[in-house]
């Protein structure tokens, strides 16, 4: 196979894999996470997951690892947690 189409392929193939723990590290962004059973959310610190997990560790796959802190629930659903405006966040008291 041609250089040319190898490198076209290595780009296709990384823009089709999922974020990893080093990806964010490397922008400086943290995962952020959300309980699907009650709207809990938090965001989880990438050098800490990256210390239990490693740095080659998809984020899409991290919440199944997780529980959630406030009803201890697995089912919980982690995503980098890009900055935007207006972000809304469930609020419980």
Known sequence: MGRFKDKALQR?????????????????IGVFCWCNR???NAEAATAMLISQ???DYPVPE????MRC?????????????????????????
């Open 38 to 40: 009650c709207g809990h």
């Open 69 to 93: 802190s406030a009803c201890a629930s697995k089912d919980i659903a982690t995503r980098p947690a890009w900055p935007s405006r207006d972000q809304v966040i469930a609020r419980h008291s």
């Open 53 to 55: 997990l490693g740095p």
């Open 62 to 65: 991290i919440g199944t690892r």
């Open 12 to 28: 296709d193939e990384q823009r089709s894999r999922p974020a990893t723990l080093a990806d964010l590290a490397r922008a400086g």
